[in-house]
């Protein structure tokens, strides 16, 4: 085994175990590259570790050389990609997702056509966002591990768009599917909400609070629905505890 090799096993043993030696593996993984730089693991490697300890600078020029080295890998082209998303830089993040949806295997296809979809929306291309969130839903029939459930955010799609009768189909199946999801019951909220539903809206956003106390979003909303329902002492304390969240977010 080479001695590139060795280092990207130690640093994913490491990695598995959460050592909290992020600068010894960094450390490692530099040697790596250096050594071999054609090697596109150590790039993954040193990339997606420098991601995780806010090296961010590092990540994009680490996952940037892999994705250029191994672009059918089924990881590299996709973290790059996630990493340019979420730096803002979303017409740069266009080309490494095309090559990451050609690279994807089956089973996380879904998960990039998501992730496609949301950059599209970010830059305001909303065909081409819809089309991707409905491939997202097509490939997950069923809600997704952490939240990541493509009806959710077609349906705030949807309704940023306006559609709002539209954005309630999404939504009701993404609660039918996870009932104690507050994402999904946020979303819901605010859409009956926006609709003068709102005994409907006050129910999904009380959900939304129980599953996820330090949601603020839906303690605005919620208190939002309590007001125009009459109930002033729920809705002055759910707004409050908004506040106060959206507050130590800041």
Not at 94 to 117: G, M, N, T, W
Not at 159 to 164: A, D, I, K, N
Request: proline fraction near 4%; include cysteine.
């Amino acid at each position: 085994m080479t001695l590139v090799l060795l280092l990207i096993l130690a640093w994913s043993t490491s990695l598995r175990a959460q050592s909290p030696d992020d600068t010894g593996r960094l450390v490692q993984l530099e040697r790596a590259v250096s050594l071999t730089p054609g090697d596109w693991r150590a790039w993954k490697a040193l990339g997606t570790l420098s991601t995780s300890t806010g090296r961010l600078e590092r990540a994009w020029q680490a996952l940037s050389r892999a994705c250029e080295l191994a672009p059918n890998d089924e990881e590299a082209c996709y973290f790059f990609a996630r990493n340019l998303h979420f730096a803002g830089q979303y017409e740069a993040a266009r080309d490494p997702f095309e090559k990451a949806l050609r690279a994807a295997p089956k089973q996380i296809l879904s998960r990039v056509h998501r992730a496609v979809a949301l950059n599209f929306s970010a830059l305001s291309m909303s065909a081409e966002a819809e089309f991707h969130f409905r491939k997202a839903i097509e490939l997950t029939p069923h809600a997704s591990p952490g939240g990541e459930d493509p009806k959710i955010d077609f349906g705030a799609f949807l309704f940023r768009q306006g559609r709002t009768e539209e954005a309630l189909g999404p939504l009701e199946k993404a609660v039918q599917a996870a009932p104690a999801s507050s994402r999904a019951n946020t979303e819901l909220g605010r859409v009956l909400l926006h609709t003068g539903k709102l005994d409907a809206a006050a129910a999904h956003l009380e959900r939304a609070v129980a599953a996820d106390p330090g949601n603020w979003n839906a303690h605005l909303l919620l208190g939002s629905a309590y007001l125009r329902l009459g109930r002033t002492e729920d809705g002055d304390r759910e707004m409050r505890l908004g506040q106060e969240g959206w507050a130590r977010k800041k």
